[in-house]
């Protein structure tokens, strides 16, 4: 299971903190992502983090104003956005690949998603 908190209505210009909070598996031996859904579009890669937070990857869309984060001890990941452009208004999802030490940006590689939490950005 993984518990979605955070987003809301942002102006541009804004920032928002997302945070997601897995239970059910040993949280430590998974990388995280966040993806996000625009109306009407498909669902794309944001950020990926690795199981030890050694390592992140972004979108060149999100590059210098998203970084992603994870606390292996509280079992939560987070993704910071600052600088958001109204093109950011999507629904973020966090989600965690269908095997452990997988690190991917591949949307068919990930088996365990969050709620999902709708992010505006105002212009």
């Known amino acids: 299971v993984q518990l979605q908190l955070g987003g809301g209505l942002v102006q541009a210009g804004g920032f928002l903190r997302l945070s997601c909070a897995a239970s059910g598996r040993t949280f430590s031996v998974y990388a995280m992502s966040w993806f996000r859904q625009a109306a009407g579009k498909e669902r794309e890669f944001v950020a990926v983090?690795?199981?030890?937070?050694?390592?992140?990857s972004y979108a060149d869309s999100v590059k210098g104003r998203f970084t992603i984060s994870r606390d292996n001890a509280k079992n939560t990941v987070s993704l910071q956005m600052n600088s958001l452009k109204p093109e950011d208004t999507a629904v973020y999802y966090c989600?965690?690949?269908?095997?452990?030490?997988?690190?991917?940006?591949?949307?068919?590689?990930?088996?365990?998603w969050g709620q999902g939490t709708l992010v505006t950005v105002s212009s």
């Open positions: 983090i690795s199981w030890s937070g050694g390592l992140t």
């Open positions: 989600a965690a690949p269908s095997s452990s030490y997988v690190l991917s940006k591949r949307r068919s590689e990930y088996g365990y």
